[in-house]
């Protein structure tokens, strides 16, 4: 949500996310504009998780023909088959994948023989660290990439869901249309105030 508040094309949003992406599933999304990209998928079975970076040691295209990382596929349960063929996901392009099934406690992934000394071989670090649930994380993240200043406060409202209303809006540096934002958090899923 808080990017649709700050970003109004779609297109250019680091963050994307659809409630309604089909009758029983939800799907976000992340994509820098460099190339690297990330997809989760959330339906009854759980929620499935696949990035690309398309700088990391990992990268299919590393290779010559371009091949995905042994073992970061190999391993995706059934349940998730749907995800792993799905087009948009363009899975041809992944350099990680985690999954958490329905029930589970962990997250869980492919037994992956990852390269040697390296902090961060796939971008998995670096790409989910913004997902940590922290306020302060996303302002400077805000700070950072769309080089804009965002009161501490505003992006704390958002994360503990306060409805969008035309007040929490205008504190907001940004010229949306309160109307065109509301049609952004009925896709997104978001509580808002007519």
């Known amino acids: 949500m808080l990017d ?25 999304s992340m994509r820098n504009g460099s190339g690297d990209d990330l997809f989760v998928l959330f339906n009854s079975s759980g929620c499935f998780l696949r990035g690309f970076d398309h700088e990391s040691t990992m990268s299919p295209w ?5 091949k995905i990382w042994h073992g970061v596929l190999d391993s995706v349960p059934q349940q998730f088959a749907d995800a792993v063929s799905e ?17 589970d406690s962990n997250w869980s992934h492919g037994q992956i023989d990852f390269p040697k000394n390296e902090e961060d071989p796939d971008g998995s670090l670096w790409m989910l660290s913004p997902l940590e649930g922290n306020p302060e994380t ?6 950072e990439y769309y080089e804009l200043d965002v009161d501490l406060g505003i992006v704390s409202s958002i994360f503990s869901h ?16 309160y109307e ?15």
């Open 87 to 103: 087009p948009a996901f363009h899975m041809e392009d992944t350099t990680f994948c985690i999954w958490c099934r329905e029930g």
């Open 62 to 66: 590393n290779s010559i023909p371009p």
């Open 4 to 28: 649709a508040v700050i970003e109004e094309e779609w297109d250019y949003r680091y963050f994307s996310f659809n409630s309604k992406w089909s009758i029983d599933e939800q799907m976000g």
């Open 180 to 194: 065109d934002v509301i049609s952004d958090a009925e896709e997104i899923g978001y509580p808002f105030k007519r």
């Open 162 to 177: 306060e409805p969008l209303s035309k007040e929490l809006l205008m504190r907001f540096p940004t010229p949306r249309n």
């Open 138 to 143: 996303y302002q400077s993240f805000v700070k």
